[in-house]
């Protein structure tokens, strides 16, 4: 007999993330007036972006409506959707999260924060996406400086970062909300990705004591995804999981105003298209899209397509036994106990040593069909067939055995009994 860790219930887990979402404004228009405001002085050398000069950008929403976050919120819930949502918390240095934003009426915030905790926090991590995801702020007067957190900070100042970081973190704590992780505004953080990822180790222990977290930078459209992990301590249940996204955004992108297209992700005949590729490869499928793009000016454009998008995965899977709907922190915690848990096997008997808890983890066990699998002294339920196969219960397929369970803290012992020989236990 020989154990490996498989994927979560034999199925390919499927994320979206959300970007650029935040209380009460909307970033986009924000970003792109103080972006206006700042290159012709500051970097004159630089060319004019693509959207600049495009007359819809003096007319762009303020706000984006709390309304719309709510029928977007459940419907995402209604489908079985989970991932990631950015709550930037001092969004484009507009108002704090924890405390509200002058130029907009009072009960917005308030709104905001209600509905984003009862409708959008069940299924999906909130996040910090920094503190402004526009200007740098300084942490001790709150003004705006001239450095952009996504251009200077690409290469962030170390000595700095740890704070800033943990800054993030403790507003949106200040508003009920210990994150689970973080996001990266554009590249920030990305040309030293070895200080950025222990920063955030670092405030996530001294703002929330997670000493599990996972942050979400990189975005790759053609590379198989994986999720690295890093600075693992496995005798302290200490890691840091990187979210790869697999997709591009292909929603209706952070501008609000261009157009994607659902056949990029998945084809209507469900072959063609970056998804497809990357779930028949059983590999992580993390979708991401910027949250001005599915409101779009009230078109809501980008939402339709992940409407779309959804309808045909769910016909890719029409019994849900391939994919697995997770938020980013829950594939960030298993991939953490896939790669640093200790498994032996010896005697019908698998002995798994970890510091690092899941839900769902999911073994085979080759070469064995099992009658009877007791995970820590209780029988799982056989079932037969991939279908039922969830938490609790194990599988027989061929000569392997499947066996589903939380994953705990400290030793797990598996006793298994097969058929066609004596048990000695
Ligand atoms: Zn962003």
Known sequence: MNA??????????????????????????????????????HRPDLPPARWEGNPIVPKLSRT???????????????????????????????GRVDQGFADHPRHLLADWLKLTKEIIWPNFDL??????HSHVAD?????????????????????????YIATAMQLL??????????TSPGAFGKRNEAAYSKAILDAALRVNNNPRPFYFLWLDDRKPPGVPLWHAQKDKGIAIASVWSCAGDWF???????????????????????????LEKELPCVLCGHWPGFYFEGEE?????????????????PDKTKTLWMK??????????????????????????????????????????????????????????????????????AKATYAAFPLKEGATVLHVAQQGRVSLA
């Not at 919120?73 to 959707?81: T, V």
């Not at 996040?127 to 402004?132: A, Q, V």
């Open 64 to 94: 984006i409506p709390v309304d719309f976050a709510k029928k977007w919120g459940e419907w995402c819930g209604e489908q079985g959707i989970r991932g990631k949502f950015s709550f930037i918390p001092f969004p484009a240095g507009q």
């Open 328 to 397: 980013n922190s829950e594939i960030g915690h298993y991939w953490m106990a896939r790669e640093l848990s200790d498994i032996a096997v010896a005697d019908g008997k698998v002995t798994i040593t970890t510091k690092f808890p899941t839900a769902n983890f999911t073994l085979k066990l080759d070469d064995c069909a099992a009658k009877r699998v007791q995970v820590a002294g209780a029988d799982l339920r056989q079932v037969a067939s991939r279908r039922d196969f969830r938490s609790g219960t194990f599988l027989v397929e």
């Open 127 to 132: 996040t910090p996406e920094m503190l402004t």
């Open 173 to 182: 704590k200040n508003a009920g909300i210990p994150c689970e992780g973080v």
């Open 139 to 163: 942490i001790k007067t709150w003004e705006l400086t001239p450095q952009w957190e996504q251009v200077d900070w690409v290469n962030p100042p170390v000595e700095k970062l740890t704070d």
């Open 252 to 278: 209706g992108s952070w501008t609000g105003f261009d157009k994607g297209d659902p056949d990029r992700f998945i084809t209507e005949d469900l072959k063609g298209g970056r998804l497809p590729a990357v």
């Open 301 to 317: 454009f980008g939402f339709n397509v992940l409407k779309t998008v959804k309808k045909r995965l769910d016909a890719y899977d």
């Open 4 to 41: 490996t860790v498989c994927n979560p219930l034999l199925r390919t887990p499927l994320s979206l993330i959300i970007d650029d979402s935040c209380p009460v404004i909307n970033l986009t228009y924000y970003w792109m007036h103080q972006w206006l405001a700042w290159r012709p002085k």
